[in-house]
C-alpha cells in the first residue's frame, strides 16, 4: 500500500540523499528509487514536498532518512564560510542516512580502495549470493547477508564475490559479531573517540573505515571521513589552515598517512563542530559531482 508524508517542514531531497554516495544498496527507475533496508524491499519517490513510498512504516522512512534532524539548525551551524555556505545551499535537503551498523561496516571494509560503482557491485553479489529473496513489483531483490551467513562462508565464496583481499576482513569481521565480540549497541552508547578506537581494532577497518560506520550507522555526526574527494576540497579550499609542505605533501599522493588523516580529520571536526559529519557529506557530493561533471 502506498503511503505518503509531507517533509515541507523539514527539509528534505531524496535524490541528493540517495546519490551522494553514503549508501549502495539503492537504484532509480523511472521517478521511484528501489532500495533493500533491514530486510524490506522498498521503493519511494519524492514529488514537491511529498514523499510516496512502499514496503515501509512512517516510522522507519522518518529514521531511516534521520527527518527529525533538525536541517536548518544543522546547516547553519556548519556554514562557517563563503564555500561551505555556497555547497550548502547548491544541496540543500540532503541528509545523513541512519544506516544498519553491520551492514553499514561490512559495505565500507569492502569500500576500500575501490570506487562506488565497484562497491555497489561487491555488496549486491554478497546479498545476491549469501541474502534472502523478496519481491516487489515483480522484481526481485536480496538482503543484505547475516554475520551467521558471512561467518559461515569459505574465503573462497566471498572472494567469487569480487572482494579481492578483503574477503578474509569480511570473514573476519563476520566472525568477530556473530560471536559477540564486537556489540554496535555499546559501541552507539560510548563517545566518538572510544567507539573508533574500538572499531579500529577489526580486520579491514582503518581510520576512514571506523569515521563511516560512526557517521552512517552509530550516530557520531562529528565524525569526518577523510577520502581522496574530501581531502582534495578540503586542502584546496581551507588551504590557510595548513603549511605549504603539508599541502605538498599530502596532495601529491592518493593516500594519506595515518597522521595526515587525523591532521585533516581533526581540523574539520574542530572547524564545523559538532555536525562535522554533515559539512563532510555535503562537500565529498560537491566535489565527487564536480568531477563527474568535468
Same mark, same amino acid.
Given at each position: 500500500m502506498k503511503i505518503t508524508l509531507n517533509v515541507t517542514v523539514r527539509p528534505f531531497n531524496l535524490d541528493y540523499t540517495l546519490q551522494c554516495g553514503q549508501v549502495f544498496r539503492w537504484e532509480k527507475h523511472g521517478s521511484w528509487w528501489y532500495g533493500v533496508v533491514a530486510g524490506k524491499a522498498i521503493k519511494i519517490r519524492q514529488i514537491r514536498d511529498v514523499l510516496e513510498y512502499e514496503g515501509a512504516r512512517t516510522d522507519f522512512i522518518g529514521k531511516?532518512?534521520?527527518?527529525?534532524?533538525?536541517?536548518?539548525?544543522?546547516?547553519?551551524?556548519?556554514?562557517?564560510?563563503?564555500?561551505?555556505?555556497?555547497?550548502?545551499?547548491?544541496?540543500?535537503?540532503?541528509?545523513? $542516512?541512519?544506516?544498519?551498523?553491520?551492514?553499514?561496516? $561490512?559495505?565500507?571494509?569492502?569500500?576500500?580502495?575501490?570506487? $562506488?560503482?565497484?562497491?555497489?557491485?561487491?555488496?549486491?553479489?554478497?546479498?545476491?549470493?549469501?541474502?534472502?529473496?523478496?519481491?516487489?513489483?515483480?522484481?526481485?531483490?536480496?538482503?543484505?547477508?547475516?554475520?551467521?551467513?558471512?561467518?559461515?562462508?569459505?574465503?573462497?565464496?566471498?572472494?567469487?564475490?569480487?572482494?579481492?583481499?578483503?574477503?578474509?576482513?569480511?570473514?573476519? #569481521? #563476520?566472525?568477530?559479531?556473530?560471536?559477540? #565480540?564486537?556489540?554496535?549497541?555499546?559501541?552507539?552508547?560510548?563517545?566518538?573517540?572510544?567507539?573508533?578506537?574500538?572499531?579500529?581494532?577489526?580486520?579491514?577497518?582503518?581510520s576512514k573505515v571506523a569515521d563511516c560506520v560512526l557517521l552512517f550507522s552509530l550516530n557520531k555526526l562529528e565524525a569526518f571521513p577523510v577520502d581522496v574527494w574530501v581531502k582534495r576540497t578540503i586542502l584546496n579550499n581551507y588551504h590557510e589552515h595548513f603549511d605549504d609542505a603539508f599541502i605538498r605533501k599530502a596532495s601529491a599522493k592518493k593516500s594519506l598517512t595515518s597522521g595526515e588523516y587525523r591532521r585533516i580529520s581533526s581540523f574539520a571536526r574542530e572547524y564545523f563542530g559538532e555536525y562535522a559529519g554533515y559539512a563532510q557529506q555535503y562537500l565529498f557530493h560537491n566535489e565527487r559531482s564536480a568531477c563527474q561533471r568535468a
Open positions: 531511516y532518512f534521520r527527518l527529525d534532524d533538525s536541517l536548518p539548525v544543522i546547516l547553519s551551524r556548519i556554514s562557517k564560510d563563503v564555500y561551505v555556505r555556497g555547497v550548502v545551499r547548491k544541496f540543500h535537503g540532503l541528509r545523513l $542516512i541512519n544506516q544498519d551498523p553491520w551492514e553499514c561496516l $561490512i559495505s565500507y571494509i569492502c569500500a576500500t580502495y575501490k570506487n $562506488i560503482p565497484a562497491i555497489e557491485d561487491m555488496v549486491n553479489k554478497l546479498s545476491k549470493q549469501f541474502g534472502s529473496v523478496m519481491t516487489l513489483d515483480n522484481n526481485r531483490f536480496y538482503a543484505f547477508p547475516s554475520s551467521n551467513s558471512l561467518s559461515s562462508a569459505t574465503i573462497s565464496e566471498l572472494v567469487q564475490c569480487k572482494l579481492g583481499f578483503r574477503a578474509k576482513s569480511v570473514h573476519e #569481521a #563476520a566472525k568477530q559479531v556473530e560471536n559477540g #565480540a564486537v556489540s554496535f549497541v555499546e559501541l552507539g552508547s560510548m563517545s566518538y573517540e572510544a567507539a573508533k578506537r574500538e572499531l579500529l581494532k577489526l580486520p579491514g577497518v582503518g
